[in-house]
């Protein structure tokens, strides 16, 4: 895998690619303030996931509070951090914007973005930052994954309060064709290392495999891991890896493979080293193979002691989480919702992602789950927990809803505009954030 290391480039809303500096190190690390409780440093808050926020307002007559237009679609989710909201365009650009104002205090370029016209199959143009960044408060430093002219994957890390690039490094997937590979996954950092995991372009052409690359946050020391498949088995849901003490628990897409398993259609736990440690797949993993009706739409669930796992097909599935049970060995399983995107967990009830509105799921003490609620609203993003409401988008509307956390019933809704898939809102303070297919949207939860 290439390791190529490079430096900063302009800020301040300059356009231009790093020319070289050296690898940085542990004693590179810049004094950081711990982060606080309005702080969002990664996709849907923590590492495992959860998208709650306990103490966030109850929506009372919500609005927009400002519409920042940006050079690019925002795909990933918003971060927060130490009052900035961080995100990533379609055309390669990092901004640094006033969560009070939307107005812009930094931005980076990092390259020039992937024209659709170049690619032989996908949905987004150009393809430039698609998976959600993540911000580690030992380096100071956020990252995120540009897909760049000639396809290629670059890993970019920029101090959060300058919008320098102090780290860039190649992140090529080790088997297949890079300009099929496509970065939607949001990153992870854990034990001092940023995990990135890759699926295929939308119509799933080309020579890809189902794929994580981590480096160091000093951009060195690169390992890899490849679902064991003859193709396809993407790692694509937005979520990205869910933590799990020392584990990184990855949902996988389908494979080709319909006789002999090859690890695809699967939750797959990997350790820090990147070497699978435990794994699930339905026992119907070929016919959802042959069907494309992979597990790996939505993501893990971390739920008191299972795993609560739904994808395309329909069906959650329960799994104990100290031993995920290889094929076919969940602990119980139901009809719950063909599921897309992150799920968000408050105390005992998660609550997914759904093609026709989120669902609140439960799982009994025998490992059945249960549906406690579904929405009457199509609201098809990913769902996050502010309190007692759960806020998620109908990205085909274009509308940000409030639903009640107990019952589902709608509370409030705004209209934000036209967004990208699987949008996820962000909440911070009194504000939810979302990104759009012209730059992020702001919401005031109550006024």
């Given amino acids: 895998m290439p390791l190529l290391l490079a430096a900063a480039c302009g800020t301040g809303g300059s356009a231009g690619d790093p020319a070289g500096i050296p690898p940085t190190t542990n004693a590179d690390r810049h004094a950081s303030a711990p982060l606080g409780p309005d702080d969002w440093p990664t996709y849907h808050r923590d590492n495992a996931r959860t998208g709650f926020v306990p103490a966030f307002p109850a929506p009372a007559n919500p609005a927009v509070a400002w519409r920042a237009g940006l050079d690019g679609a925002v795909y990933g989710q918003p971060l927060v951090v130490g009052g900035r909201v961080l995100v990533a365009t379609e055309n390669d650009t990092l901004y640094a914007l006033d969560p009070a104002t939307g107005a812009v205090r930094w931005s980076t370029h990092v390259g020039t973005p992937v024209a659709k016209s170049t690619l032989p199959c996908g949905n987004i143009d150009p393809l ?10 030992a380096t100071s430093r956020v990252f995120a994954v540009a897909e760049t002219t000639g396809g290629r994957h670059e890993l970019v890390g920029a101090n959060v309060d300058t919008g320098r690039i102090e780290v860039r490094v190649e992140v090529e997937p080790p088997r297949g064709d890079r300009t099929v590979h496509q970065q939607r996954a949001a990153l992870t950092v854990l034990n001092d290392r940023v995990h990135i995991a890759y699926g295929g372009l939308y119509g799933d052409c080309g020579d890809y495999f189902g794929t994580v690359v981590s480096v160091s946050t000093a951009g060195t020391d690169p390992r890899s891991y490849t679902v ?5 088995a993407g790692i694509w849901a937005p979520g990205g890896a869910v933590v799990d003490g020392e584990r990184l628990l990855y949902s996988i897409g389908n ?8 690890d695809s259609d699967s939750v797959t736990a990997l350790d820090a080293n990147l070497r699978r440690v435990d794994l699930f797949a339905p026992a119907t993993w070929a016919e959802d193979n042959r069907k494309d009706l992979d597990l790996g739409s939505g993501g893990p669930t971390l739920l008191g002691p299972w795993v609560l796992m739904a994808g395309k097909s329909g069906t959650g599935y329960v799994l104990d989480r100290n031993r995920l049970g290889g094929i076919g060995g969940q602990r119980g399983q139901g009809s719950v919702c063909k599921s897309y995107g992150g799920s968000a967990v408050a105390g005992d009830t998660a609550y997914l992602p759904c093609l026709d509105g989120p669902r609140a799921v439960t ?19 990913s769902p996050v927990v502010g309190g007692d409401a ?5 990205w085909r509307a ?10 589902g019933a709608v509370r409030a809704q705004v209209a934000v505009g036209q967004l990208p898939h699987f949008a996820s809102p962000t909440l911070s303070g009194r ?3 979302l ?9 005031d939860a109550a006024r």
């Fill in 128 to 137: 430039g930052v698609t998976g959600t960044p993540v911000y580690d408060p």
């Fill in 228 to 232: 064991p498949t003859s193709r396809e």
């Fill in 255 to 262: 494979g080709e493979a319909t006789s002999s398993f090859d």
């Fill in 363 to 381: 799982v009994g003490a025998d490992g059945t789950p249960s549906v406690r609620w579904k929405a009457a609203v199509p609201a098809n993003g």
């Fill in 390 to 394: 759960v806020w998620v988008p109908d």
């Fill in 398 to 407: 274009g509308v940000l809803y409030a639903l009640d956390r107990a019952t």
């Fill in 431 to 433: 504000r939810v954030y």
């Fill in 435 to 443: 990104g759009t297919m012209s730059g992020v949207v702001a919401v």
